[in-house]
């Protein structure tokens, strides 16, 4: 019998299913990447590739894994943009997609270093993660927050950012959160340039992979870096890292709605009937899943409320504005989301901090720990009290918004009625949040008016504007003269004031002794102040300002935009597009003529100022030095900058970076060779002889890198965009072995050469 | 008064073995899944590119355009784990360089798997896993992108890698340690 009994017991242990928990550690860290909305699983996985591949590429240590903390769609996005809103306002409406993450990342999670990643709308949930982990057991010091192209007001924790000026779809958020009221983004503090496709893509510059990596990956591998160095993780090894939130029957319940009413919904904005009927099942899907649960119904028929509106166009596009200005202001009720339903009109609310959570905090990151340093006025100003040129006006399409994705794009409706010009009080008030770091800020007057409308569309670029005194000048680093001066009596020299808008471009302000006609024209300068060439062949802008109007200004909207407005009726009286892309370290200084008067002719010249405020060019540490007995850098003429050369080996895989000369790099063609030497460096005879030449860099650049992508594969690089540049002749191979590798190119026949110091192709 | 205590011990023991037999026969259905995902995994994580998937001696024959995309999985005459056309034009877009030609042979076959060995969200995390060695692996978006372009390469595959994915989607984590699976 015992015998039996032993048996039997045997048998069951061994059928047991066996237990095994991952073990949280000191060791090593964890970044979890967190999505914006609509972004395909496929999108976000290469986002995640992408990245990785990035920090891991330039030298980072395998220390450290990468999750991803996937943030799904629901109801083909709408009810992402309704849960984007309310965590805009600090208090959303649903925690369900928290909640899944965190459930799902716990058992990846063996680390006690914790760095949350997040892009766009991807920061509201690391931020919400932070907030969750640090009040249930997570030390403060081993967690961090790092967002990418971020729609909210703060980062929680010690949390630092990264948003670019170009990043349309957050610009477009400043002027809805100041129409609405509501906190703005944090302000720009880089510039990536425009990748291609940009320019056609309302959405452009805010992709993670086709513009924040492919435009700034050293930027933000420096940044996690940065991050994950001021972790410290303390204490014995636990089973898990930290708790998961306890998923009751209401999480349950979700769960089912959404996975009965999120395959309805897709693909609702081909068609408005389409979208009205597939709204309908989906209603009627998430109501049968559980509509006797009060937090299904908030949940899941909150999310498919926009459903029912069919993705507005041209005509729609109002009311559709209107219904987010409601949600915006309003707190969200079951009888609001009823009214919706019948098709009837929200009353509007005037904004108002929601009771229910703390509004979010301003920004925590300290500005003086951001490399480069964010935008800082240039001007100084003094309290004094005026009132404030702050109009804007939307862009042309305003629609339910896709949401704050970008990962991967997404199918959008896209309206393209112009909107009437609104106020901007939000881009003026981050201005000043920066502001306030040094100086007081107090007394600036905004005047927002939404009665006020304009035909000329612009985009959000107003600054506070106080008056200077001429001995308030800026002291910030110029190109060209340091003051703005004057000749003749007709520009007055009394009024030099720049300042940055929350996108950080150059707002500057000029004045006038009286009204009426001039000539504005402009130059370029790089970052060594090097007079660029002729980059447009532009006619002087003929301007006039309105009888009485004396002030005016100069609003950069991107690298590529400015308009000057007459500062005091707040309207565009003239606009330029640079017909090039030009570097973000660029520099423009104004001058203006007026021939009107007959006895003389007046002029100005003004400072030469950055255009992005922030915009510098790449920096990189020589590390690699010149072996012995090898010649040094060498070139002659014109194109070839023979005292710029920077070594460094990344991966094990040298790279050199190198710089033309201002201003002849206008895309023109070179000719260029990877040159495989010996151990004693000796150079074979070097010409290209009747070779056409088939090298370019993108126009405009200054730094550019020789590359070793393998140890036999040779590369050109664009350091400036980060991109690797591909034409004919730019890139090539070497025999396996060599010893030594130089760089040679020569443009022009032999008008301008190049001889880069040999280095070894792999890490010596 | 021993047998009496013995009696009631043995109604117990009676009574928790089972107890014991309902719980495990209760749970086997999800034992037996987890063992399938478990065994699925593992030949996920086993399944590796090798130097004659590489070096061109293990092409397969010319594959008739007709067929290669009359199913979803296509054809893998060879039995590599890469579909013939993907592998036939990596190979003709990459004939001298084996380092380039590796990293993407070894991405396709993992993609591949997408259609071959992903049933549940256990299966997909371990195949997302594998993706993420060969992309580093690759190191270049733009050729990452060229092979899932190719693998890919039909309205139909697109359409069930969507499905797929929205099906079983979760959060996950890779490794970056040990990317390609031929070191050269």
């Known amino acids: 019998m015992r015998a039996q009994v032993f048996l039997v017991l045997a048998l069951l242990l061994a059928l047991t299913p066996s237990l095994a928990s991952a073990l949280c550690t000191n060791d090593g860290a964890t970044v979890v990447y967190v999505n914006g909305i609509l972004t395909s699983l496929a999108d976000a996985k290469n986002d995640l590739f992408a990245l990785e591949n990035r920090f891991y590429g330039d030298g980072g240590s395998k220390d450290v894994s990468f999750k991803m903390g996937y943030n799904p769609s629901h109801l083909d996005g709408y009810g992402d943009e309704l849960q984007s809103v309310t ?121 993670f992979v086709e513009d924040y990596l492919a435009g700034a990956a050293p930027r933000i591998v420096s940044d996690i870096d940065a991050s994950l160095a001021k972790l410290t993780a303390e204490g014995t090894s636990s089973d898990t890292c930290f708790k998961t939130p306890s998923l009751g029957l209401v999480y349950d319940a979700q769960k089912t709605a959404f996975s009965l009413a ?75 989301y009823e009214a919706l339903l019948n098709g009837q009109d929200l009353p509007e609310e005037e904004s108002a901090p929601l009771p229910s959570k703390p509004q979010p905090k301003q920004p925590t990151l300290s500005h003086q720990d951001l490399s480069p340093p964010p935008i800082q006025p240039v001007a100084q100003p003094v309290p004094q009290k005026v009132a404030a040129s702050t109009t804007s006006s939307l862009p042309a399409a305003i629609s339910i918004s896709p949401g704050f994705g970008g990962g991967g794009g997404g199918n959008v409706a896209i309206a393209a009625a112009p909107l009437p010009a609104v106020e901007n009080p939000e881009s003026e008030a981050t201005s000043s949040q920066v502001a306030e770091q040094s100086q007081d800020p107090e007394q600036v007057e905004s005047s927002p008016s939404d009665d006020e409308t304009s035909d000329t569309v612009a985009t959000s670029t107003a600054s506070t504007t106080p008056d200077l005194g001429p001995e308030q000048q800026p002291t910030l680093p110029t190109c060209g003269p340091a003051t703005l001066s004057t000749k003749g009596d007709f520009f007055s020299s009394d009024k030099d004031q720049a300042d940055y808008s929350a996108a950080g471009f150059l707002v500057y302000h000029f004045e006038n002794t009286e009204d009426g006609k001039f000539t504005l024209t402009w130059n370029y300068f790089d970052d060594e102040c090097n007079t660029s060439g002729p980059v447009d062949t532009h006619n002087p802008l003929s301007l006039t300002l309105p009888s009485g109007v004396l002030g005016w200004s100069v609003r950069f909207t991107s690298m590529t935009h400015f308009d000057v407005w007459d500062d005091q009726n707040n309207l565009i009286i003239g606009s330029y597009d640079i017909p090039a892309q030009l570097p973000v370290y660029t520099s423009i200084a104004f001058d203006g ?37 090898c010649p040094s850098i060498s070139a002659t003429g ?109 443009v022009d026949g032999n008008a301008s050469t190049l001889r880069m110091t040999p280095f070894p192709p792999t890490s010596p | 008064m021993f047998r009496r205590f013995w009696l009631v011990a043995r109604w117990v023991f009676v009574v928790l073995v089972f107890f014991y037999i309902a719980l495990v026969l209760y749970s086997y259905p999800h034992d037996h899944k987890e063992r399938i995902a478990k065994t699925a ?51 003709a877009a990459y004939p001298t360089s084996t380092v380039i030609r590796a990293a993407e042979l070894q ?47 039909t309205k139909e595959r697109e359409e069930y890698r969507e499905g797929m994915l929205k099906k079983y989607m979760t959060s996950f984590g890779t490794d970056p340690s040990e990317v390609c699976d031929v070191q050269l």
């Open chain 2, 107 to 153: 991405y396709a076959m993992e993609l591949q798997m997408e259609f071959t060995d992903v049933f549940d969200s256990t299966t997909l995390v371990a195949v997302l896993q594998q993706e993420g060695r060969g992309y580093l692996c690759i190191s270049n978006d733009v050729r990452a992108k060229e092979v899932e372009a190719q693998v890919f390469n």
């Open chain 1, 262 to 336: 999120d395959p309805a919904v897709v693909g609702v904005d081909s068609v408005a009937s389409k979208a009205t009927s597939a709204a309908e099942s989906a209603l009627s899907a998430v109501a049968s899943a559980g509509s006797a649960l009060t937090q299904v119904v908030n949940a899941g028929i909150a999310d498919a409320v926009f459903s029912v509106f069919p993705k507005p166009d041209a005509q729609n596009a109002g009311t559709a504005f209107s219904v987010e200005k409601a949600l915006y202001g309003s707190s969200l009720t079951e009888a609001d």
């Open chain 1, 87 to 207: 965590q805009a306002l600090g208090s959303p409406i649903s925690d369900y997609d928290l909640d899944t993450i965190l459930e799902q990342i716990a058992p990846d999670v063996e680390t006690r270093k914790l760095l949350l990643l997040g892009h766009s709308q991807g920061t509201f949930y690391t931020n919400e993660m932070y907030d969750y982990l640090v009040h249930n057991g997570v030390p403060p010091e081993s967690i961090s927050v790092y967002n990418l192209a971020t729609p909210a007001n703060a980062v929680e924790g010690d949390g630092t950012y990264l948003t670019s000026g170009n990043d349309k779809l957050v610009n477009q958020v400043r002027v809805w959160d100041a129409e609405a009221g509501a906190p703005g983004p944090l302000p720009a503090n880089i510039l990536i340039p425009p990748q291609p496709g940009d320019d056609t893509d309302i959405y452009g510059g805010h992709h």
């Open chain 2, 41 to 91: 995994v593992s030949k996920i994580e086993t399944q590796k590119l090798t130097m004659d998937d590489v070096d061109g001696s293990h092409l397969p024959p010319p594959f008739n355009p007709n067929a290669i995309d009359a199913t979803l999985v296509g054809i893998d005459a060879n039995g590599n784990g890469i579909r013939d056309d993907v592998e036939l034009a990596i190979f």
């Open chain 1, 593 to 629: 003529g007026n021939f009107d008067s007959s006895d003389d002719v007046s002029s100005f010249v003004s400072r030469g100022l950055k255009i992005f405020g922030t915009g510098e060019p790449p920096s990189f540490t020589n590390s690699g030095p010149t072996p012995a007995g």
């Open chain 1, 638 to 746: 014109y194109f070839f900058d023979p005292s710029y050369e920077n070594a460094e080996y990344v991966g094990g895989l040298l790279r050199v970076h190198l710089r033309f000369l201002t201003p002849y790099n206008d895309g023109r063609h070179f000719n260029a060779e990877g040159l495989a030497l010996t151990s004693n460096c000796s150079f074979p005879f070097l010409s290209f002889g009747f070779a056409p030449p088939q090298t370019s860099l993108t126009p405009f650049i200054r730094y550019y890198s020789f590359r070793m992508a393998s140890s036999t594969h040779w590369i050109l690089w664009d350091d400036e965009n980060n991109l690797q540049v591909h034409c004919t002749s730019c890139e090539g191979d070497i025999a396996s072995g060599t010893p030594l590798v130089s760089f040679f190119a020569s």
